[in-house]
């Protein structure tokens, strides 16, 4: 399996961007529970959002709840996640991938929340 991160940027705070995460390989990103992770320097990376599989249910982390939205299109196999009121201690590189897998981190993207 394989991921490449895409849609990060230079963003004010409170303001959104939405980041794609283009999956490859023999699966669907609707046959495993997907996630997007965050990671900045000195930091454990963090998982941001997931969604599972058979349900759609998604869950997240309490500090995002109301204010990012992941979802999926298994046609052409992306994650999205939608990220509003973003703020400064957001910034980070973005990463999506299986959760519980232990496949490779794709390159990431990066956020920068700052005036």
């Known amino acids: 399996a394989q991921f490449v991160e895409s849609g990060g940027g230079l963003v004010q705070p409170g303001g959104s961007l939405t980041l794609s995460c283009v999956a490859s390989g023999q699966f669907t990103v609707s046959e495993y529970t997907m996630a997007w992770y965050r990671q900045t320097p000195g930091k454990e990376r963090e998982l941001v959002a997931g969604?599972?599989?058979?349900?759609?249910?998604?869950y997240y982390l309490d500090s995002v709840k109301g204010r990012f939205t992941i979802s999926r299109d298994t046609i052409v196999n992306i994650m999205y996640l939608r990220m509003d009121f973003l703020k400064p201690d957001e910034t980070a590189v973005y990463f999506c991938?299986?959760?519980?897998?232990?496949?490779?981190w794709g390159p990431g993207t990066q956020v920068t929340v700052s005036l």
């Open positions: 969604m599972t599989t058979n349900n759609h249910k998604s």
């Open positions: 991938k299986r959760k519980n897998f232990d496949d490779c």
